[in-house]
């Protein structure tokens, strides 16, 4: 199995356009979490999914945050419109319990 | 809430053993996990304690202590790849009956020649 998969690896954007993440999780999995980590807030989680439905999404900052999983192989967290603030490390993980994660590459979005 | 609570950096010698302390705060408890992450790199799992006790995986051991809400991560014969760092992250039951993971700031790990 590839792993977890995420595109795009970097991204940079200006202040206030859209960025769209996306994520493919490792196959059979049914959990699928958003982490945002920074040097400063550490490993946050933002959202999870379990069976392509959201358990938990109070880790989002605001509504400028949106995900979604429409099926089993794929996920989505988007921002609109994005901050300087938003500048940090996206990694989606996917597993078959809590506990057990396995992190793809992330993502690396600079918003200037 | 929850809180967790680890040293922030330790410095160890190749060969030797190092000992990374987790100490938590948390209602509807469930588990400890423990992650590696390299600089640059995404996080990888370690291990799990859903009960008090040793858990051994190679050089790699963790420990749990539900009366004391403490855990440790014991690695042996350091490695100059294990400079990196680690992150324990407790597994609990939320208000709302939800389970999630939560991760602590992590500990940086130095290892030199």
């Known amino acids: 199995d590839a792993g977890v998969i995420q595109s795009p690896r970097h991204e940079v954007t200006e202040m206030g356009q859209e960025v769209t993440l996306r994520c493919k999780p490792i196959?059979?999995?049914?959990?699928l979490f958003w982490y945002r980590q920074t040097m400063m807030r550490g490993l946050e989680l933002l959202i999870y999914?379990?069976?392509?439905?959201?358990?938990?999404d109070s880790g989002m900052p605001e509504d400028r945050f949106s995900a979604k999983m429409p099926n089993a192989s794929f996920s989505t967290l988007k921002i609109q419109p994005s901050e300087p603030r938003d500048s940090a490390v996206y990694f989606c993980a996917s597993s078959f319990s809590e506990y057990e994660q396995y992190f793809g590459p992330g993502t690396r979005l600079t918003v200037t | 809430g929850q809180s967790l609570e680890q040293p922030s950096e330790v410095t160890a010698v190749e060969g030797a053993i190092v000992q990374i302390n987790c100490t938590y705060q948390t209602s509807g408890f469930y588990g400890l996990s423990w992650y590696q992450q390299h600089d640059g790199g995404a996080p990888t799992f370690l291990s799990y304690?859903?009960?008090?006790g040793l858990e051994e995986t190679g050089r790699f051991s963790s420990f749990l202590s539900r009366s004391d809400s403490y855990g440790y991560l014991l690695l042996q014969e350091l490695q100059m790849k294990d400079s990196a760092s680690y992150f324990c992250a407790v597994r609990e039951n939320l208000d709302t009956g939800r389970r999630a993971l939560t991760f602590g700031s992590g500990t940086r790990l130095q290892v030199q020649p």
């Open positions: 999914f379990n069976n392509n439905v959201p358990i938990d």
């Open positions: 196959s059979g999995h049914d959990y």
């Open positions: 304690n859903g009960l008090d």
